[in-house]
């Protein structure tokens, strides 16, 4: 009994002496103000009253690159970086990201001239004036604060991946090739027809085994596999009658480069009657469907007004 009393008391020295103290950590602190406004006047392009809050030898560093000798931006080159983002996006606003809030940390070890960090989670919105590309991205941003409330360095790690896409979006690039007559719409045509001629089993052959498929009316559109659409179908069936399928326009194929994407869609009036009461409804429906290399259908996804049927 003495040994486990003493093996207790031994572990709770071990757990008292792991842990150590290295400061203290606020949720209200003049930096977190200092920081703040320093957003604010960013928001507000004013350059001007941006510089007053950073101290002259300035730093900023990118926290995502993999450059080890990154001497980051000094203080013209981050305030010229900062405007760039108030004379080209409209709406532009920065934000806590929701469910957070900064952080002032004042750190005791290795810290003798009393700085302060403050660390942020924050969303920023806007829309390109050129492009039109929405940016609605977190960033992150851990700030270093001397004693007296001046920023020193700013540590950023921002969605780079937009910022990409604004760049890509000056020049023109194609993304593949559409066409208005392939195999692949032939065999939306031939599945469409198929149905028509209540020919189930020759209709499903042109799905994949893994198909997939989306209403649009599916608020948060799941997909569901092609077993429970077949018994969604067939409980269609039960109610109506295809009396004809009529295509509108022509289907269009589209091979996408980037992500080497085989897509047709097309546009239908499906007219159907119902075995209740004959009553002839009209259904326009659009597809949109996903072909692998091996000419089969794995994603379809169908726009239609799902209050037609009722």
């Known amino acids: 009994m003495k040994t486990k009393i ?8 071990f757990i008292s002496t792991a842990q150590k103290k290295n400061g203290t950590v606020y949720i209200e602190h003049p930096a977190i103000d200092v ?3 320093f957003v604010d006047a960013g928001v507000a392009g004013d350059k001007s ?3 007053t809050y950073l101290t002259d030898d300035f730093r900023a560093f990118n926290g995502s690159t993999n450059n080890m000798s990154d001497k980051g931006m000094n203080k013209e080159e981050f305030l010229n970086n900062q405007m760039v983002y108030f004379n080209q996006l409209d709406y532009y606003s920065v934000t806590p990201f929701p469910g957070s809030y900064p952080d002032a940390i004042e750190y005791k070890k290795d810290n003798p001239d009393g700085e302060v960090w403050v660390q ?3 969303l920023l919105k806007g829309v390109h004036k050129n492009t039109g590309v929405k940016i609605d991205a977190a960033s992150h941003r851990l700030y270093t604060l001397t004693k007296n409330n001046k920023i020193k360095n700013i540590i950023f790690y921002n969605n780079g991946s937009v910022i990409d896409e604004i760049r890509a979006s000056f020049t023109d690039r194609k993304n593949g090739t559409i066409y208005n007559h392939h195999d692949y719409i032939n065999t939306v045509r031939k599945m469409m027809y198929a149905f ?3 020919d189930f089993e020759k209709a499903y052959s042109f ?3 893994k198909a997939e498929f989306v209403n649009s009316s599916s608020p948060t559109f799941e997909s569901r596999p092609l077993a ?3 018994e969604i179908d067939k409980q269609l069936f039960e109610k109506y009658d295809i009396e004809n399928v009529e295509m509108v326009g022509y289907p269009d194929y589209l091979h996408y480069e980037m992500g080497d994407a085989h897509v047709v869609q097309s546009w239908w009036n499906i007219h159907l009657k119902r075995k209740a009461d004959k009553k002839a409804i009209v259904v326009p429906i659009h597809y949109q469907m996903y072909f692998n290399d091996k000419g089969k259908i794995t ?3 169908a726009y239609y007004n799902p209050k037609l049927l009722d």
């Open 299 to 301: 994603s379809e996804t």
């Open 120 to 122: 942020t989670w924050d």
């Open 207 to 209: 799905y994949d085994d």
């Open 196 to 198: 028509e001629k209540k």
């Open 228 to 230: 429970e659409q077949k």
């Open 49 to 51: 009253k941006m510089a």
């Open 35 to 37: 920081v703040q406004q």
């Open 6 to 13: 003493l093996s207790v008391m031994m572990l709770i020295a």
